[in-house]
């Protein structure tokens, strides 16, 4: 079962960002990061919610299942 939170399921304020090609966006409000997943018609999934901030990746859902 997949625990990673996703899109309006995160809660933290903000997040390090991460590209769906892994490369380091920066750090962001959750809200600029979600129109950023959305414009690029994906979702942002938190990776790692024990950082400071959390970091979170641009990627498709149904890809990162299956990684």
Known sequence: MIRNRRNAGITAKEVRVLDENEKHV?????EEALKLAMERGLDL????????????RIISFDKFRYL
């Not at 920066?26 to 959750?30: L, Q, S």
């Open 45 to 56: 999934i938190e990776i790692t919610e024990n950082a400071n901030p959390p970091v979170a």
């Open 26 to 30: 920066g750090v962001m409000k959750i």
